[in-house]
């Protein structure tokens, strides 16, 4: 059983930062590559932010220079650090990992049940 579990969110004051958090437990034999997504009221869930096993990240346009995602290996879990956060970015983040179950042949996705991040002006 594989289990993404995301914290850190929580409301903060337009230009603020939060630090976002999921760490991925059970019988785990591969991570391929990790992420954050994010769905705001009324709108369709979204890319945030990826970063494969060997470090390489990938960025939405819409938070480039703002955003850091970084991982640690040891402990299979993602990190999503936000600066200089705008009332746009609120809206529920979901951990996403791309991985391969101990009792598996292929990699698959996994999700997280999600945080709330709200940006207040």
């Known amino acids: 059983q594989v289990q993404l579990v995301e914290s850190g969110g929580g409301l903060v004051q337009a230009g603020g930062s939060l630090r976002l958090s999921c760490a991925a437990s059970?019988?785990?034999?591969?991570?391929?590559?990790m992420g954050w997504y994010r769905q705001a009221p009324g709108k369709q869930r979204e890319l945030v932010a990826t970063?494969?096993?060997?470090?390489?990240?990938n960025y939405a346009d819409s938070v480039k220079g703002r955003f850091t995602i970084s991982r640690d290996n040891t402990k299979n879990t993602v990190y999503l650090q936000m600066n200089s956060l705008k009332p746009e970015d609120t809206a529920v983040y979901y951990c996403?990992?791309?991985?391969?179950?101990?009792?598996?042949?292929?990699?698959?996705?996994?999700w997280g049940q999600g945080t709330q991040v709200t940006v207040s002006s």
């Open positions: 970063i494969i096993s060997r470090g390489t990240t």
């Open positions: 059970g019988s785990i034999a591969s991570i391929n590559a």
């Open positions: 996403n990992s791309n991985l391969r179950d101990a009792s598996s042949t292929w990699f698959r996705s996994y």
